[in-house]
C-alpha cells in the first residue's frame, strides 16, 4: 500500500478556489491513480473524481463538472484538486484515495486513504 | 446513478455479539462492493472488497456475502475497538457509498 499525507486545514470565503494537495510515499506512487472524496459533517462520502496515473487524464463526478480539477506532479509524487466557486455548502473533509487495478474507464475499491484535509467555507 | 441503501442505519449490539449490516444496491452491480470502517476524525479503512474478499491484515471475524443486489457485512463476535461507522460502497459505475451504519454499544 501506498501511504497519503493531505494538505492542512483551509477555511475560504463563498465563491473562492481551494487547491489541497495529497503526497505519496514509496515508488508505487507514480504508477497510483488518485481519487478525490469528501465528507460533509455527518454525511456519508462522495466521489468527486480521479486522475488516471496510466494517462494522464482526470475525471470529474457530473456534480462538479465544471468546478473541479485534478492534477499530478510526479516528480514530487503528489496529486491535487482545485474546487472552485465555493459555497457554504461545500465544507467538508475532502479526502484522497488511492486505487487499484485501473484501466482507462475506472479502477476498483480504495486500499489507501489520506488523513483527509477540512475545508470551511464560512463568510 | 447507483443508490445504495443500508440498513439498519443504528445498530446498538454487545461486545461477543453477531450483527449483520445489509447493503441494497439500485440495481445489480455484480459483486463489485466495497465495507469500510470510520472512526470519528478518521478516513475511512477498507475491510472487504469485491463482496467477500477481506483486506491483508483485517480480522477474520468480519466476513462479507452477496452479489447482485444484496450484500451483508457480518461481524462474528463484536470486539470494544469494532464500534464505528460501516459503510458499503459500489464500484460497478463510477463510486456511491450507502449513507451509513452506526454501530453503537449497548
Known amino acids: 500500500q501506498v501511504q497519503l499525507v493531505q494538505s492542512g486545514p483551509e477555511v475560504k470565503k463563498p465563491g473562492a478556489s481551494v487547491k489541497l494537495s495529497c503526497k505519496g510515499s514509496g515508488d508505487t506512487f507514480s504508477t497510483s491513480s488518485i481519487h478525490w472524496l469528501r465528507q460533509a459533517p455527518g454525511q456519508s462520502l462522495e466521489w468527486l473524481g480521479w486522475?488516471?496515473?496510466?494517462?494522464?487524464?482526470?475525471e470529474s463526478s457530473q456534480s462538479f463538472q465544471g468546478r473541479v480539477t485534478f492534477t499530478r506532479d510526479s516528480s514530487a509524487n503528489t496529486a491535487y484538486m482545485e474546487l472552485s466557486s465555493l459555497r457554504p455548502e461545500d465544507t467538508s473533509v475532502f479526502y484522497c484515495?488511492?486505487?487499484?487495478?485501473?484501466?482507462?474507464?475506472?479502477?476498483?475499491?480504495?486500499?489507501?486513504w489520506g488523513q483527509g484535509s477540512l475545508v470551511t467555507v464560512s463568510s | 446513478d447507483i443508490q445504495m441503501t443500508q440498513s439498519p442505519s443504528t445498530l446498538s449490539a454487545s461486545v461477543g455479539d453477531r450483527v449483520t449490516i445489509t447493503c441494497r444496491a439500485s440495481?445489480?452491480?455484480?459483486?463489485?462492493l466495497a465495507w469500510f470502517q470510520q472512526k470519528p476524525g478518521k478516513a475511512p479503512k477498507l475491510l472487504i472488497y469485491?463482496?467477500?474478499t477481506l483486506e491483508t491484515g483485517v480480522p477474520s471475524r468480519f466476513s462479507g456475502s452477496g452479489s447482485g443486489t444484496e450484500f451483508t457485512l457480518t461481524i462474528s463476535s463484536l470486539q470494544p475497538d469494532d464500534f464505528a461507522t460501516y459503510y458499503c460502497?459500489?464500484?460497478?459505475?463510477?463510486?456511491?457509498f450507502g449513507q451509513g451504519t452506526k454501530l453503537e454499544i449497548k
Open positions: 469485491q463482496a467477500s
Open positions: 486522475n488516471n496515473a496510466d494517462n494522464g487524464h482526470s
Open positions: 484515495a488511492r486505487a487499484v487495478a485501473c484501466n482507462n474507464v475506472g479502477c476498483l475499491h480504495f486500499d489507501s
Open positions: 440495481q445489480s452491480i455484480a459483486g463489485w
Open positions: 460502497q459500489q464500484y460497478n459505475t463510477y463510486y456511491t
